[in-house]
């Protein structure tokens, strides 16, 4: 059963920094693509940042780049997003997922999210 | 970056076809993918490439698309189905995902 499970999300100052994680299990890791989708209260989903099985392969939505980084972690089965300079509108769930076997980005099994708030 | 569009919100009775719409220039050349979410929870996928059904899904819901628009179906909705809706694709050039704003379905 494919498992992915987000951590570190939390209240963090506007400009500071975070990182998330998702431990993921059931499948093999690096054969697939994976992605970070958010979701603001009461809003809708925005798809924000993908990476390729192998990791040398990344990809941002303009809202994010240059702040968030993906990484991940094949040996340790766990994918990563470093989050820096935050921004109020940053606040969001958000979610990782793993990506379908035909598409680079479209998420098919997802997280239960992690809770990111920036506020002073 | 482009934009998908949807409805806010779509009402049916129980038993009664629901159709939510999608549109975007880049359908004309991309996939649409769609994706159910309840409240307080994470989101489901309903529909892949356009027009196919993952395991676990019901018959009564189906795709098309006819770029620029895609349409999601739900044939004889049913109470259970009632929640947000949202279409998905990528940009033309393969750099990035999109999510459309969603609609929310109301059965009742």
């Known amino acids: 059963e494919v498992q992915l499970s987000e951590s570190g999300g939390g209240l963090v100052q506007p400009g500071g920094s975070l990182r998330l994680s998702c431990a993921a299990s059931g499948f093999t890791f690096g054969s697939y693509a994976m992605t970070w989708v958010r979701q603001a209260p009461g809003k809708g989903l925005e798809w924000v940042s993908g990476v390729s099985g192998s990791g040398d392969s990344t990809y941002y939505a303009d809202s994010v780049k240059g702040r968030f980084t993906v990484s991940r972690d094949n040996s340790r089965n766990t994918l990563y997003l470093q989050l820096n300079s935050l921004r109020a509108e940053d606040t969001a769930i958000y979610y990782c997922?793993?990506?379908?076997?035909?598409?680079?980005?479209?998420?098919?099994?997802w997280g239960q999210g992690t809770l990111v708030t920036v506020s002073s | 970056s482009y934009e998908l569009t949807q409805p806010p919100s779509v009402s049916v009775s129980p038993g009664q076809t629901a159709r939510i719409t999608c549109s975007g220039d880049v359908l004309a050349k991309k996939y649409a993918y769609w994706y159910q979410q309840k409240s307080g929870r994470a989101p489901v996928l309903v529909i892949y490439?356009?027009?196919k059904r993952p395991s676990g899904i019901p018959e009564r819901f189906s795709g098309s698309n006819s770029g620029p628009m895609a349409t999601l179906t739900i044939s004889g909705a049913q109470v259970e189905d009632e929640a947000d809706y949202y279409c998905c694709s990528t940009d033309s050039s393969g750099n990035y995902g999109v999510f459309g704003g969603g609609t929310k379905v109301t059965v009742l």
């Open positions: 490439e356009d027009t």
């Open positions: 997922a793993r990506v379908l076997d035909t598409s680079k980005f479209m998420p098919n099994y």
